[in-house]
Every structure is written in structure tokens, then in C-alpha cells.
């Protein structure tokens, strides 16, 4: 199955919104609850930020928010701060298997 | 407090084989799935497969069916990655990855990764 599709870069200022898409089709994000979000610092693992689509685990800031509409999941973070900047993955259950989206580069301006 | 810990960066030749390991400690291991994900260098998550420590149950992705095996010891908590035959396209970060209770929607947990390089 093919990766998720993702914008490869995104930015904002301090303080300001930006809001991450993450596309699939009906055989994975539009067909399962199952949309998760990750956040990868360089030379960090990645960190789980949103799972089942809209909930955080304990102690991610509720900046961070996560919806879904059809086929395409979205990761908003608002309240931009220096230390959000890192690269954001999102996956998918897909039946028999989870896929990932190919990254989005969020810059803090 | 759930822990992964990954054994160490692996340096090898084209056409040796490699087996990596992960221990988790801090849960029932036996009744969580485990698995791993590919990270090549500058490149994005690739999801591999997973194994139920409880009964061996094993799912792979499409890209990685035999490629790659893996296995778990459920006597030592740990799971491991292996391969027959590593190529140069091999080389890359594999994070060990561990599944909320009763499915595997999403990895919950990660390891802090093993660097393997291939080169001649």
C-alpha cells in the first residue's frame, strides 16, 4: 500500500495556527478511527502526539489537536513555540497493516 | 514505566546477516504486540511488521515480506529484527515500536533505535 501523502513543509510564526494534512484513501484513514500523529525531533525517536484521530496521551499540550474528514486527517497546533519546530508523521490502521505519511517539516518562523 | 531498549549500532559487509534486538520492560510483554519501523537516512517512517509475544502471531508489510523475520523471546521480554543477507539499501535507523493493549492501531512506545550501516 502507498504511503499517506502529507505537504512536506509547513510554518508559522510564534503564537500563530498552522494545521498539517494527511491523506489517504478509504482502505486506511477514511475507513478506520485510527489516525495517529507523531513528532520527531532530529536525531530523536519519534514521540506520539495524537492517536484515534482527536486524543492525546498524558502530558502532550492541549495546543496540539487532531480531526478527520473523509479520507484526509488534519494535525492543528496552535500557539506556535520554538520547541514545536520538528518533523510531524502521521499513520494509519489499514486493515492488516499501519502506514505513515512521508513527513511534514514544520519551520517556527 | 514502559521502556524499549534497543541493542547497539551494527556496522556490516553486503551479503552478511544481522540480527537486532529490543527489550521492553515495565509491561506484560506477552499481551503487547511489538514491532518495527524504518527510517532511512533523511527519509521518513516506514512501518515492517509485528509479532504478538504471546503466541508468535506475525504480520508483515507488503515492502518487507521476506526481507526480514521477526521473532520474539517471550522468556527474556525481547523481540528482534533479522536479516539473511543485508544489502546496501539496508542501511538505515529500525525503531522498535510497541502497541496499545488489544490491537495494533498505532505504536504507543518507541525504542531509541539501532543505526545499522552496510557498506563494503
Known amino acids: 500500500q502507498s504511503a499517506l501523502t502529507q505537504p512536506p513543509s509547513a510554518s508559522g510564526s510564534p503564537g500563530q495556527s498552522v494545521t498539517i494534512s494527511c491523506t489517504g484513501t478509504?482502505?486506511?484513514?477514511?475507513?478506520?478511527?485510527?489516525v495517529s500523529w507523531y513528532q520527531q525531533h532530529p536525531g530523536k525517536a519519534p514521540k506520539l502526539m495524537i492517536y484515534?484521530?482527536?486524543k492525546r496521551p498524558s502530558g502532550v499540550p492541549d495546543r496540539f489537536s487532531g480531526s478527520k474528514s473523509g479520507n484526509t486527517a488534519s494535525l492543528t497546533v496552535s500557539g506556535l513555540q520554538a520547541e514545536d519546530e520538528a518533523d510531524y508523521y502521521c499513520?494509519?490502521?489499514?486493515?492488516?497493516?499501519?502506514?505513515f505519511g512521508g513527513g511534514t517539516k514544520l519551520t517556527v518562523l | 514505566e514502559v521502556q524499549l531498549v534497543q541493542s547497539g549500532a551494527e556496522v556490516k559487509k553486503p551479503g552478511e546477516s544481522l540480527k537486532i534486538s529490543c527489550k521492553g520492560s515495565?509491561?506484560?510483554?506477552?499481551?503487547?504486540?511489538i514491532g518495527w519501523v524504518r527510517q532511512m537516512p533523511g527519509k521518513g517512517l516506514e512501518w515492517m511488521g509485528i509479532?504478538?509475544?504471546?503466541?508468535?502471531?506475525?504480520r508483515y508489510s507488503p515492502s518487507f515480506q521476506g526481507q526480514v523475520t521477526i521473532s520474539a523471546d517471550k522468556s527474556i521480554s525481547t523481540a528482534y529484527l533479522q536479516w539473511s543477507s543485508l544489502k546496501a539499501s539496508d542501511t538505515a535507523m529500525y525503531y522498535c515500536?510497541?502497541?496499545?493493549?488489544?490491537?495494533?492501531?498505532?505504536?504507543?512506545?518507541w525504542g531509541q533505535g539501532t543505526l545499522v550501516t552496510v557498506s563494503s
Open positions: 509479532i504478538y509475544p504471546g503466541d508468535s502471531d506475525t
Open positions: 484515534e484521530v482527536s
Open positions: 515495565g509491561y506484560s510483554f506477552t499481551s503487547y504486540w
Open positions: 515500536t510497541r502497541y496499545p493493549l488489544g490491537g495494533y492501531t498505532h505504536p504507543d512506545y
Open positions: 499513520s494509519s490502521y489499514a486493515g492488516s497493516t499501519v502506514v
Open positions: 478509504s482502505s486506511d484513514v477514511g475507513g478506520y478511527n485510527y
